[in-house]
């Protein structure tokens, strides 16, 4: 079933990177279905912490990116003014060291208020880096 509420491209949701963490970290929009976004992001020098692993909090900005701006295009632009993260978790599970992370974001519970999601970070090996539990608030439009 189709989740999506406003139409979207992979380049209009990568243009939002722009002058933010997003862009800093090389956050990148990778794609999409019916019930699922995908993003990804580098272990490079700006991911890594000083033991060379990615780091967890980096972990966790990916996973917000991909769930907040997935909030969004579930909702429709006049039943809505933006959505924000209320909590999110992370449990890090596997250390990555190089390459690019993917972050594949699902809905748990889209509801009119709050919506859950389920994200699951893997490497380029396809093992389980990161699980990431998002809740998110729609703010209602005035």
């Given at each position: 079933?189709?989740?999506?509420?406003?139409?979207?491209?992979?380049?209009q949701?990568?243009?939002?990177?722009?002058?933010?963490?997003?862009?800093q970290l090389?956050?990148r929009?990778s794609?999409?279905?019916?019930?699922?976004?995908?993003?990804?992001?580098?272990?490079?020098?700006?991911?890594?912490?000083?033991?060379?692993l990615?780091?967890?909090?980096?972990?966790?900005?990916?996973a917000?990116?991909?769930?907040?701006?997935?909030s969004?295009?579930?909702?429709?632009?006049?039943e809505?003014s933006?959505?924000?993260?209320?909590?999110?978790?992370?449990?890090h599970?596997?250390?990555a060291?190089?390459?690019r992370?993917?972050?594949?974001?699902?809905?748990?519970?889209?509801?009119k208020?709050?919506?859950?999601?389920?994200?699951?970070?893997?490497?380029?090996?396809?093992?389980?880096i990161?699980?990431?539990?998002l809740?998110?608030?729609v703010?209602?439009?005035?």
């Amino acid at each position: 079933m189709k989740i999506w509420k406003r139409p979207f491209t992979l380049e209009q949701l990568n243009s939002l990177s722009a002058n933010n963490m997003g862009e800093q970290l090389d956050i990148r929009f990778s794609d999409f279905g019916d019930d699922y976004l995908c993003a990804t992001m580098p272990v490079d020098h700006r991911t890594k912490q000083p033991l060379g692993l990615l780091h967890g909090g980096a972990s966790v900005v990916l996973a917000e990116t991909v769930g907040s701006v997935a909030s969004v295009l579930c909702t429709k632009p006049e039943e809505s003014s933006g959505v924000v993260g209320i909590e999110v978790n992370a449990n890090h599970l596997r250390s990555a060291r190089e390459g690019r992370v993917t972050a594949t974001c699902r809905p748990l519970r889209i509801g009119k208020k709050i919506h859950v999601w389920d994200i699951k970070i893997h490497d380029q090996q396809n093992r389980l880096i990161c699980v990431s539990r998002l809740t998110t608030m729609v703010q209602s439009s005035p």
